[in-house]
């Protein structure tokens, strides 16, 4: 398994700011995933976190929206860009266990972001 | 297109009656199929795996089973720490991602 840490858990952020989430794995992971949580919904992907190259946005997110950086196999970020209220949602960073693309997905305990 | 579908939305149940979930899926190749809780305020929390059809697995009160076209999540003699959201997933493509249900909402009353 993986022990996922997310900060921060949560925030209050004005419109038209950015804010930036860091994940912390507690082992080297070949993937690694941004998932946006609205209220009352499930799970939807946002991007793919690529170590050393650019991240793959799911269809309806944007780098230039979600900046994402993954600098090393236990770490990435991911940027809310120019937010409004619509933004307002638990971010949730995973990863896959060990190496590969099988095997289950691990999650964080999220980042509730409120934006007024 | 692949989909997953779960039914109920809700569920709400006293404590010690037995009842299933279930999950509905519609993808070309199943590479697994995942189960996770989640509580409010929280991420979710890895349950299952199921890989093929007849596969069954258990922890506690819970038990997943898995078919052609969907997985069924049974739960004996449920408590209210049961008391949770339900998701299940599947990869699609080759990248390893996940596409969600929308979740069942379990609530267990004493």
């Known amino acids: 398994s993986a022990v996922i840490s997310q900060k921060p858990s949560r925030d209050i952020c004005q419109r038209g700011t950015s804010l930036t989430i860091q994940c912390q794995v507690d082992?080297?992971?070949?993937?690694m995933f941004w998932y946006r949580q609205q209220p009352g919904q499930s799970l939807t992907l946002i991007a793919t976190?690529?170590?050393?190259?650019?991240?793959?946005?799911e269809s309806g997110f944007v780098i230039d929206k979600f900046p994402i950086s993954r600098p090393n196999l236990t770490f990435s970020t991911l940027t809310v860009s120019n937010m409004s209220p619509e933004d307002s949602s638990i971010y949730l960073c995973?990863?896959?266990?060990?190496?590969?693309?099988?095997?289950?997905?691990?999650f964080g305990e999220g980042s509730r972001l409120t934006v007024l | 297109e692949d989909q997953v579908t779960q039914s109920p939305e809700a569920l709400r149940l006293q404590e010690g009656e037995s009842s299933s979930l279930n999950c509905s899926y519609t993808?070309?190749?199943?590479?697994?199929l995942f189960w996770y809780r989640q509580d409010p305020g929280k991420g979710p929390e890895f349950l299952f795996t199921?890989?093929?059809a007849g596969e069954e697995k258990e922890k506690e009160r819970l038990k997943a089973t898995l078919t052609k076209k969907e997985s069924f999540l049974h739960i004996t003699a449920p408590k209210p720490e049961d008391s949770a959201t339900y998701l299940c997933?599947?990869?699609?493509?080759?990248?390893?991602?996940?596409?969600f249900g929308q979740g069942t909402e379990l609530s267990v009353k004493p």
């Open positions: 995973s990863a896959r266990g060990g190496q590969g693309n099988t095997g289950e997905l691990f």
């Open positions: 082992s080297q992971v070949t993937m």
């Open positions: 976190a690529n170590q050393g190259s650019e991240a793959t946005y």
């Open positions: 993808v070309s190749g199943l590479r697994g």
């Open positions: 199921l890989y093929s």
């Open positions: 997933a599947v990869p699609y493509n080759q990248g390893g991602k996940l596409i």
